[in-house]
């Protein structure tokens, strides 16, 4: 009898399970999803099953919705659901000197305005608000990752972490007195700190950032570079981004830019290059055997006049190329991801007078699967594939721009703007619904930023 019962019950259990499901926290659908995975697959209709922090499985939603039951759901029927995007180079808290100083060369706008603006105000609560205000921008846009390179970086940490957004997140290295600390010395051993305090951390891969190696010794490159490889973890640098910077390093050592850094061993090891404008033939071999990952910034290159990055002949030769937006002051006024991936693939084109080169696909993979490569983040992040993270995004498309539309790439890179982004998951958190911020105070951050301009701008009276 009571066997007979046990029986029953299990019988009872399994076809509620097949009623039912097997138990999620989320199930996304929409209209389309761009899955970016090995098979490029979009599915019309589709869904993808969230348990915890990862992807637990992608598929036609009337399959999806069969096999899980969910215990919340967001159905976007006029959408299309992507991986969330990566943005492999900023300087986050720029973002409080957005504008103060366009237009000019280099060197006026670094002497007269951004080193003099920086010393008289870039401290621990600047980094936070000029986080809080980037990060709240990024997420809107559709950005889930992003590669830093700041002063405080271990503020922008938290920050980051409060945002709920993923960051490749590199404390500076710089042969003046910074904001932070006065010498490469202290840099680096404050940097050897922060990486032990991220070692772990879900959303945060702390890494060590010489600036460049115009703005470095040699020891403190080397340091920087030892630093990283004691803890496994990258190091994020400038590399060939003007011409004056290879022509110094050819006067300085007969060697361009990338070969003086290779001499130096600090490209062998976990390595994000920022620009990649100047690399010759000789310089790609040395990019490609070592296995650095790169970061176009069109944006910042159009704006500072410093040249266009060969990204076509970089993809070609499997080089791994991301995105990114550069700094807020000056070298780009914004961290719009849409932006940079219509940019880069209308660059390539007029650039080789090749309509062909760049097509809107590969600047969509730019942006996502190809950053995740750069970044060597790629079995964690960069497509919606199971066991990967869940870091999510929707795009409406129910505005005139967005209709109607033949290729869902082609809409992705040459039509759609960030304001399209209506949701966002970071690692399985829902951190942007239907366009509004979940974890930051919107307001209360944007009047932080008019408040630091008033200021701003009275230093540099
Ligand atoms: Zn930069």
Same mark, same amino acid.
């Given at each position: 009898?009571?066997?007979?019962?046990?029986?029953?019950?299990?019988?009872?259990?399994?076809?509620?399970?097949?009623?039912?499901?097997?138990?999620?926290?989320?199930?996304?659908?929409?209209?389309?999803?761009?899955?970016?995975?090995?098979?490029?697959?979009?599915?019309?209709?589709?869904?993808?099953?969230?348990?915890?922090?990862?992807?637990?499985?992608?598929?036609?939603?009337?399959?999806?919705?069969?096999?899980?039951?969910?215990?919340?759901?967001?159905?976007?029927?006029?959408?299309?659901?992507?991986?969330?995007?990566?943005?492999?180079?900023?300087?986050?808290?720029?973002?409080?000197?957005?504008?103060?100083? /366009?237009?000019?060369?280099?060197?006026?706008?670094?002497?007269?305005?951004?080193?003099?603006?920086?010393?008289?105000?870039?401290?621990?609560?600047?980094?936070?608000?000029?986080?809080?205000?980037?990060?709240?921008?990024?997420?809107?846009?559709?950005?889930?990752?992003?590669?830093?390179?700041?002063?405080?970086?271990?503020?922008?940490?938290?920050?980051?972490?409060?945002?709920?957004?993923?960051?490749?997140?590199?404390?500076?290295?710089?042969?003046?007195?910074?904001?932070?600390?006065?010498?490469?010395?202290?840099?680096?051993?404050?940097?050897?700190?922060?990486?032990?305090?991220?070692?772990?951390?879900?959303?945060?891969?702390?890494?060590?950032?010489?600036?460049?190696?115009?703005?470095?010794?040699?020891?403190?490159?080397?340091?920087?570079?030892?630093?990283?490889?004691?803890?496994?973890?990258?190091?994020?640098?400038?590399?060939?981004?003007?011409?004056?910077?290879?022509?110094?390093?050819?006067?300085?050592?007969?060697?361009?830019?990338?070969?003086?850094?290779?001499?130096?061993?600090?490209?062998?090891?976990?390595?994000?290059?920022?620009?990649?404008?100047?690399?010759?033939?000789?310089?790609?071999?040395?990019?490609?055997?070592?296995?650095?990952?790169?970061?176009?910034?069109?944006?910042?290159?159009?704006?500072?006049?410093?040249?266009?990055?060969?990204?076509?002949?970089?993809?070609?030769?499997?080089?791994?190329?991301?995105?990114?937006?550069?700094?807020?002051?000056?070298?780009?006024?914004?961290?719009?991801?849409?932006?940079?991936?219509?940019?880069?693939?209308?660059?390539?084109?007029?650039?080789?007078?090749?309509?062909?080169?760049?097509?809107?696909?590969?600047?969509?993979?730019?942006?996502?699967?190809?950053?995740?490569?750069?970044?060597?983040?790629?079995?964690?992040?960069?497509?919606?594939?199971?066991?990967?993270?869940?870091?999510?995004?929707?795009?409406?498309?129910?505005?005139?721009?967005?209709?109607?539309?033949?290729?869902?790439?082609?809409?992705?890179?040459?039509?759609?703007?960030?304001?399209?982004?209506?949701?966002?998951?970071?690692?399985?958190?829902?951190?942007?619904?239907?366009?509004?911020?979940?974890?930051? /105070?919107?307001?209360?951050?944007?009047?932080?930023?008019?408040?630091?301009?008033?200021?701003?701008?009275?230093?540099?009276?």
């Amino acid at each position: 009898m009571r066997l007979a019962y046990k029986w029953a019950c299990s019988l009872l259990l399994a076809a509620s399970a097949a009623l039912h499901g097997a138990p999620a926290d989320w199930i996304w659908s929409a209209r389309y999803v761009v899955t970016m995975d090995p098979q490029r697959r979009v599915l019309e209709n589709g869904a993808v099953v969230i348990v915890g922090d990862h992807i637990a499985a992608v598929g036609p939603r009337a399959e999806i919705d069969k096999a899980w039951q969910p215990a919340q759901r967001l159905d976007r029927a006029d959408a299309i659901l992507t991986p969330g995007l990566i943005n492999t180079h900023t300087h986050a808290p720029m973002s409080l000197f957005r504008g103060i100083a /366009d237009d000019m060369n280099l060197q006026d706008w670094l002497q007269k305005f951004i080193f003099p603006a920086e010393a008289r105000n870039v401290d621990r609560e600047f980094v936070r608000w000029g986080t809080r205000l980037a990060c709240l921008e990024m997420a809107l846009g559709g950005t889930t990752t992003y590669t830093d390179m700041y002063y405080f970086e271990d503020t922008i940490a938290q920050t980051t972490r409060e945002c709920g957004l993923r960051g490749m997140l590199g404390q500076t290295i710089i042969g003046f007195p910074a904001p932070d600390y006065k010498t490469p010395e202290a840099a680096l051993a404050a940097t050897e700190t922060f990486l032990k305090a991220y070692a772990q951390d879900p959303l945060i891969v702390p890494a060590v950032a010489p600036h460049a190696i115009y703005t470095n010794s040699d020891a403190t490159l080397k340091a920087a570079r030892a630093l990283a490889n004691r803890y496994h973890a990258p190091l994020v640098t400038h590399l060939a981004e003007t011409r004056h910077e290879n022509d110094e390093q050819l006067a300085k050592r007969h060697m361009t830019a990338a070969a003086a850094l290779d001499s130096l061993g600090a490209l062998t090891g976990w390595t994000v290059a920022a620009h990649g404008v100047w690399l010759d033939d000789a310089d790609l071999k040395i990019i490609k055997a070592r296995g650095v990952g790169l970061s176009h910034n069109p944006s910042s290159n159009m704006k500072l006049a410093s040249g266009i990055a060969p990204a076509v002949k970089i993809l070609s030769l499997a080089i791994p190329m991301g995105l990114g937006t550069d700094g807020v002051a000056g070298s780009n006024n914004d961290v719009d991801m849409m932006e940079e991936m219509d940019l880069a693939a209308k660059l390539q084109k007029v650039s080789t007078m090749d309509p062909r080169a760049l097509p809107a696909e590969q600047a969509f993979a730019m942006a996502t699967i190809t950053g995740a490569r750069a970044l060597r983040l790629d079995s964690m992040i960069g497509s919606i594939e199971t066991g990967k993270r869940a870091d999510l995004i929707t795009l409406r498309l129910d505005a005139p721009h967005a209709v109607p539309m033949y290729n869902v790439y082609s809409q992705l890179v040459y039509a759609l703007h960030s304001s399209d982004v209506a949701d966002v998951m970071v690692n399985g958190r829902e951190i942007v619904r239907d366009r509004k911020i979940l974890t930051l /105070d919107q307001s209360a951050v944007m009047a932080k930023a008019r408040e630091y301009q008033e200021r701003i701008q009275t230093s540099l009276r």
